[in-house]
């Protein structure tokens, strides 16, 4: 940790995130909270996400509150791979409900602490987790796709550069991934996500699943790609065939994105 982050944390607040998320995708919200109300814990974030995850408008520092940010493209400019319908619920309602909740829960646990029922935290402590992980994972999986077959900016296609390389590293081939990827989201249990992660140990991409919004994410990792395989994502268009929205979804992944995202993350 260098030390210019090492002082800014001893003038936050750093029990705001007491859960097990803070030491995953909980580490990456110090990127888009202000540094005094959301400190990331354990020290883990990297410099890919502080400079990535703030761009992306998912924290009014003036307000001190998650927002809900912005679509970066149409809701119908996915289609036909993602329907209209399908983004506009999923943007505008389901993801709406975990920046309220995340608020919520920052709220409230501040209140608890400050004097309430401690036997409450627990609960608060979940929400926080659950809520804020699912606004951090939408904030990403907005830009982590694009619509499809727009040039250098569109979605598809295959990756170039450093996370093209890792790829074929980690792989063996961009097809060996695709399978890989598509067999892991495929069999996340329920509802969840499957993740591309950048492995800050090993330095290795590894493919996890996800349960609900944050549970088996593994600590200190950085998201390159998510999928997420919950119904409200595709149940619309493709009712029960998951494996016909994760062969679609392919065709609107937003490779520049996720390549600045391991460029910085690989730094
Ligand atoms: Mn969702």
Known sequence: ???????????????????????GLGALAISSAHAQSVPNPVGTASSANKEILPSLKAYD????????PPLPYKPEELEPHIDKATMELHHGKHHAAYVAGANKAVTELWHIRDGGDAALIKHWARELSFHLSGHINHTLLWNMMAPAGKGGLGGGGQPSGKLADAITRDFSSFDKFVAHFKTNAQQVDGSGWGWLIFDTISKRLLLIQMEKQEDRFIPGSIPILGIDVWEHAYYL????????????????????????LYEAAAK
């Open 61 to 68: 520092e003036d307000k001190g509150q998650y927002v809900l």
């Open 237 to 260: 268009k493709y009712q029960n065939k998951r494996p016909d929205y994760i062969t679609a979804f392919m065709n609107v992944i937003n490779w520049k994105f996720c390549e600045q």
């Open 1 to 23: 940790m260098q030390v210019h982050y090492r002082c800014r944390m001893e003038h936050t607040r750093r029990d705001l995130l007491s859960s097990s998320v803070a030491l």
